[in-house]
Nanobody, 126 residues
Framework: QVQLVESGGGSVQAGGSLRLSCASSGHNWRQYCMGWFRQAPGKEREGVAT??????TSYADSVKGRFTISQDMKKTLYLQMNGLKPDDTAMYYC?????????????????????WGQGAQVTVSS
């Protein structure tokens, strides 16, 4: 019943910006982790950013200072991407999981995320 629906992908030139959105429904979690992951062709899926129930955030070193993860009261997750680079080209996925107790989302392996969005393609040209 939990659904995550992504929007906002597209193609931009290097240095440009995009904002991804992930609308969630079907849950009322008090404690959770939500995050953004990406996968480029021929590469493993990697974590990009996470946010916890209290608004605490974490970022991969490769995107620190350029990307910002946030959420609103309507349970929509966002990823603001600035200063995009060709290496950012990938399929981006939002993901979420409800938790029994507070947990460090920075340390939560992606295999524990139970619900995933359909993916949004981000292409950055040089």
């Amino acid at each position: 019943q939990v659904q995550l629906v992504e929007s906002g992908g597209g193609s931009v030139q290097a240095g440009g910006s995009l904002r991804l959105s992930c609308a969630s429904s079907g849950h009322n979690w008090r404690q959770y982790c939500m995050g953004w992951f990406r996968q480029a062709p021929g590469k493993e899926r990697e974590g990009v950013a996470t946010i916890d129930s209290n608004g605490g955030t974490s970022y991969a070193d490769s995107v620190k200072g350029r990307f910002t993860i946030s959420q609103d009261m309507k349970k929509t997750l966002y990823l603001q991407m600035n200063g995009l680079k060709p290496d950012d080209t990938a399929m981006y996925y939002c993901a979420a999981v409800g938790l029994w107790a507070e947990h460090s989302c920075r340390e939560l392996a992606q295999r524990f995320y139970r619900y995933w969005g359909q993916g949004a393609q981000v292409t950055v040209s040089s």
